[in-house]
């Protein structure tokens, strides 16, 4: 390879800062999760960034709002210095975080392929509504805003969609009265 195709490469992940390194600046992002950080929750799926189960959140400073990012068609130079957060850095120590026992608790998955960005896609909702919460009204059109264009072949998605509603309903500061 061309030394000019590489970059100083180094991010925040999930909490922890990576060593930097040189990598190929077109590399794309669920490469370097799942081949140089073994962080293999993360899915390739379509390749192309239709499906939507590669979804990270990323934040391009540390007070920035998440954001999802689609890791299989991003190449890490667009995120070099920043931090991404993936399915992995979810659930605390020895606990699931709410969505994840939620999805369990209704059985909201199937094969599961897709799961890791509809997880993203709804922590992301999730932290945004901490910030500015919706009328109880809006609540299913914020849903189907954040995870209307994740694809999932298994469920017909009103699972993940039940899931997600009771966790936004029952965590106080998210829905306004």
Not at 49 to 68: E, W
């Amino acid at each position: 390879m061309p030394e000019g195709d590489l970059i100083s490469f180094q991010i925040r992940v999930n909490g922890m800062l990576t060593e930097p390194r040189q990598v190929a600046a077109d590399l794309p992002l669920i490469d370097f999760l799942q081949d140089e950080l073994g962080l293999t929750g993360t899915k390739l799926c379509c390749g192309i960034g239709v499906c939507r189960a590669c979804t990270v959140a990323v934040r391009n400073f540390p007070q920035a709002p998440a954001v999802p990012l689609l890791s299989c068609s991003t190449p890490v130079s667009a995120v070099n210095g920043q931090e991404v957060r993936t399915v992995e850095g979810l659930a605390g120590p020895g606990a699931l975080s709410p969505l994840q026992q939620s999805f369990l608790d209704h059985f909201a998955f199937q094969c599961g392929y897709c799961t890791p960005g509809f997880l993203m896609a709804a922590t992301i909702l999730v932290e945004r509504l901490r910030a500015r919460p919706i009328p109880r009204s809006q609540c299913d059109a914020a849903i189907a805003e954040a995870c209307g264009q994740h694809i999932c072949r298994c469920t017909g998605y009103v699972r993940y969609y039940q899931a997600i509603r009771q966790v936004l309903l029952e965590t106080p500061g998210l829905v306004l009265a």
